[in-house]
C-alpha cells in the first residue's frame, strides 16, 4: 500500500470514550439551560445560503507548489489573504498568498467583480504565508505586510496612486531568510496613537534532514521530513512604530517573545475590558499563549491563569462577544480529532463573580462533536443570516496527503455554524458546493455591497473559493468603520452589542476592517459610539449607511446608492 507522503496524526484511543462523555455532558448542559451563550430568544432567522462565485466574479487564483509535489510541510501550510480597500473606491479588493513559491496576487473590486492589479507591484514571489492589511503610517492608504517562508518578510506600503512601495528594509520589518513568520496582526499596543506589528513564527525548518530519523518520506531521491511536531519552534516578534516609517523590535522589553510556541495564528483584542489590546496565539502542537497588556505596553504571560493555555494543535481565532455580556469571547480551531474550542469570557459575568478566566464551553455550545474528523484553519465570528447574532464560518482540510492525488492535501468540507439562541448549529446544506480541497486561510467582507457578510477561502494547491451570501434576510443593515482596536458600541433598543475593530485574525489573514449590523425586525440603530482611541456617538444612523469613525476627526455617515 502507498504511503502518504506526509504522516498523519493520529487519532487517541481513548477517542470513543471521550465522546461519549461530551455527548452526556452536552445534553447536561441542554437540561440545565443556564451554560448556553445566550438566553436572548433569537429573531426569526432564514436558512443559510452561500453560493461560490469565484469565476463569476473573475477571481482565478491557484496555489501551485513549486514542483508539483507535496514535499514540505511549508508547502502543506499555506496561504492567506487580505481584505482591504486599496484604491479607496469604496468596495474591498482582495490580495491573496501561494504558499508556495509563486507569485502573490491583488484583485481589484469593479463593483463586484475582480480584475488582477498587476500594475500594483505587489506580486511577491516566495513561499508565501500570511497577510496583514492595515494603514500603518496613517496616510490614509491600506498598506500589505506579507509573511514568508523561506525569504524575509516584506512590508508594502500604500503609494496613493494604484502602486505600492517595498520599504521593507528601510522600515527594518523583513526579519531573515531563516525566519517562518506565519500569522501578523496590527494593533496600538503601546497607546501612542500609532500600529504596531506582531508576527507569530512556526518551526525551525532551514534542515529539514535534523530530524529525518523521525518522519521519512518515501521519495526515491532521498528522505525529506514533514511533520512540525520535531522542530524546534522560532520565536515571535513585537515590532513598534516609531512614527517615521521605521520600526523598532521591543520583543524583548514587552514580553511576548513566545519561545516555546510554534505559531500559526494570532489576534488582538480587549479581553479584559481595560482599554488596552492584549494578546492571543495560536501553537501548533505546544500551548496556546494569552498575553495580559500591563497598559504600558508591555505583557503578562496570563495563559495558566486564564485557563486559555491549550495543548492543542491551535490554527486559527477570531473574538466577539458571543453571548452578549459585554466582553470578548473566542474560538480556536484545531487538528482534527481534537475538538475546536470556545472560549467563553467570564469577565463581566452577573451569575459567577466577575474574574479574568475562560471556560470552553464548545459541547455544551454543540461545536465540539461536529468538528471530530475535520482539522479547522481560518474562520470568522459574523452575523451571516440577520438576525441579530453571532453565526460562525470554518474552513477546513487535512495535513496529509491525498494518496489518490499525491499532489494535494484531503480536502474536507468547510462548515457554517447557525446561531440558535446561543446553540451553533452545523448547516451542511448552506452550501450547494461539494468540490471541497483542503482550506486553509479564510477572510471576509461584503465585496459586493448588498449588506451582508461574504468569505473567501484560500485552498491549498487548489483555486481560490468565494462564498457570496445569499441568505434571504427580511431585516436591514448598518455598516461601521474605525481605526484598528477601536472599542465600538452599538445601541438596538434595550441591547448593547460591542465590537472591535481588528486588522489581522483567523489564520493567515485579515477580514474587512467594516462592522456589519444587522438589525431585524424593523428595529433601526439607535446609536453607535466609538470609545476608543477616543469617545464620538452618532444617533440613529440611518439603515443602509456606512458610519466611519476616525482617529482625529469627526465621524461620517453616508447612505451609498443602490448598486
Known sequence: MKRSRIVGRHSDPLLPFLCAILVLVSLHACDRGTEAPSERAP??????????????????????????????????????????????DGDWD???????????????????????????????????????????????????????FGAPDVLYRNSGDGTFEDVTDSARVGGDATAWSA????????????????VARYVDFNDPSSAMGVYVAVKPEGPETLHPEFYAPQANVLYANNGDGTFADVTDRAGVRDAAGKGLAVAFADYDNDADLDLYVANDVSANTMFTNRGDGTFADASFLTGTD???AGMGIDFADIDEDGDLDFFVTYLQDEMNALYRNNTTRHDAAPSDTFDDIASEAGLAIPSLGLTGWGTVLEDFDGDGDFDLFVTNGHVNVDQANPVECIGQRDQVFRNDGGMLTDTPDAFAFTDWRAGRGLAAADYDNDGDVDVLVVQ????????????????????????????????IGGRTLIREARAGSSFLSTHAPEMVIATPGGRTVDRVTMLRPRQETVSDPPPRSVTTFYADDRPATVTPPER
Open 43 to 88: 429573531a426569526v432567522a432564514a436558512p443559510l445560503r452561500f453560493t461560490e462565485t469565484a469565476a463569476d466574479a473573475r477571481i482565478d487564483f491557484v496555489s501551485m507548489y513549486r514542483d508539483d509535489a507535496l514535499d514540505y510541510v511549508s508547502e502543506a501550510i499555506g496561504g492567506g489573504a487580505a481584505w482591504l480597500d486599496y484604491d479607496n
Open 94 to 148: 482582495v490580495y491573496i498568498t501561494t504558499g508556495a513559491g509563486h507569485p502573490n496576487a491583488l484583485y481589484r473590486n469593479d463593483g463586484g467583480t475582480f480584475t488582477p492589479a498587476a500594475e500594483a507591484g505587489v506580486d511577491h514571489e516566495a513561499c508565501g504565508m500570511g497577510v496583514a492589511a492595515a494603514d500603518y503610517d496613517a496616510d490614509g492608504w491600506a498598506d500589505l505586510f506579507v509573511t514568508n
Open 183 to 198: 500569522s501578523a496582526v496590527w494593533g496600538d499596543v503601546d497607546g501612542d496613537g500609532d500600529l504596531d506589528l506582531y
Open 310 to 312: 491549550d495543548l492543542r
Open 460 to 491: 491549498n494547491n487548489a483555486r481560490a473559493l468565494l462564498f457570496r451570501n445569499d441568505t434571504q434576510s427580511t431585516g436591514d443593515w448598518v455598516k461601521v468603520r474605525a481605526p484598528v482596536g477601536a472599542r465600538i458600541h452599538v445601541q
